[in-house]
């Protein structure tokens, strides 16, 4: 068993390309289930917002190099609620400051009740060529529970205004597990669902976030603790349901019609190269991971205004008080590993061995001789000629197999 210390240790480089997120932090109401680094009510920050992130797409740019971009992920938050000019402006910056692909997916997160044609066809012209929709359901009473700001019906109106504005690649999101949701009503919102005849559908099991109000109305007592055998056989309804619509399940959450993946989520899951920008936002580059100041108003003080970013390390030049870099964390050999079987495993490809033993000099199965074993026997996961990979037990219990690639720096 190899010291994991000495593994070749090779992280992907960026001159290769990578993926572009944009984090928009701004949301016009927050959702009661929600952590992420989202604020409703600084509506007065956007425009500085869009002078800072604009002025840190173009440092990036230039300590880069203006490298390959393949793919761009606006996300937040809710970037469908930014002003099309500010948007339009982020497009133009991004495409000066960086090589984008010809072919790059340009995915944007939009909220059904900003869905107009007139912004539809400004989206398309900036640039966006792929939306995902946050619906989370098609049930008008759940859709209350989550605090969400849209109807089915206009979720359903918002969905067909963009395929007539143009969008051929449309993702919907939709939660389940919901206090209350009845398995009738999950299958009811599947329907719906594939009715629209979306390009890609993500299905997500509520989490109860520490400090949300969601988790405020569980701890006393207001909604039900979420059970997990009820969203077990949601889940599993819907790989039945999803696959007889001519959906393919390709990662533990997500669904797609052929050739039409998420090809910026398969950077994450692939543990390959990718870029954050905004407020919050997290990158892997080079052998680093480091995230961005999370304040909006904190970032805006450091990058709003221009001035001019040089330096031999880029992640270093960036760093806090001359940039928006708040925490940079030199990954290990054992780190990169982990987080490659991890991420890897949720894909229903897993990870190949292929591209393992690429990245590392040796295979999983010399690296990890006595977790494969006992997932192995606990069938949880499946070893092919070509990949390890998640079992169908094991995309019911991920966490549990994940938990054994952690921690093995001493081995």
Known sequence: MPNLAEIEHNPPTYDHGIGLYLH???????????????????????????RAVNNEIRGWGNLLSHPPVRTIFLGGGTPSYLPVAVLDEIHKTINSS???APTAEVTMECNPG???AEKAACWIESGVNRISMGVQSFDDGLLTLLGRRHTAHE????????RDAGFQNQSIDLIYGLPYQTTEQWSRTLEDAVELDPEHISLYSLQIEQGTPLAVDVATGRYPIPDDDLAADMYEDAQARLGNHGFSQ?????????GMESQHNLIYWLNEPYLGVGP????????????????????????GN?????????????HTPAGPV????VTTPAIDIAETMMMGMRLNAGVTHERFEKRFGVGSDVIFPEEIGRLLRLNLIEVTGNAILLSERGRLLGNEVFAEFIGNDEK
């Open 250 to 258: 390709y990662e533990i959450s997500n669904w797609s019609k052929p």
């Open 280 to 303: 919050g936002a997290h990158s892997w580059l080079a052998g680093q991971r480091f995230a961005n100041l999370k304040s909006p108003r904190r970032y805006v003080t450091v990058v």
């Open 306 to 318: 221009e001035y001019e970013i040089v330096g031999p390390d880029p992640v270093e030049t960036m």
């Open 114 to 116: 900003d869905v107009t």
């Open 24 to 50: 928009v932090p701004f949301c016009q109401t927050k959702c009661p289930y929600c952590d992420f680094n989202t604020y409703a009510g600084i509506e007065d920050q956007i425009a500085g917002y869009a």
């Open 155 to 162: 979720a359903k109106q918002a969905f067909t205004v963009l």
């Open 98 to 100: 960086f090589e984008v």
């Open 326 to 329: 708040d925490s940079v964390e």
